[in-house]
């Protein structure tokens, strides 16, 4: 049986962890960033780790 294919949109979106987590870019940080605050868009920039609803789903489809 030929092997699971990752989900190549998923791939460039999100990142596992050496620990097992996955990671995420924050979103609203695209466009129409004059009216937002500097204090706001610089806590935007850092990623962070995936809720635990999606954990599993996102796993599957990276083939983690």
């Not at 949109?9 to 999100?14: D, E, L, Q, S, V």
């Not at 990671?23 to 868009?41: E, F, G």
Request: hydrophobic fraction near 30%.
């Amino acid at each position: 049986m030929a092997k699971m294919k990752s989900h190549r949109g998923a791939m460039k979106r999100f990142k596992v962890t050496g620990t097992g987590k996955v990671a995420r870019h924050k979103a609203y940080k695209s466009h129409i960033l004059t009216k937002k605050s500097t204090k706001r868009k610089r806590g935007l920039r850092k990623s962070t780790i995936l809720g635990s609803a999606d954990h599993k789903r996102i796993k599957s489809v990276l083939n983690v």
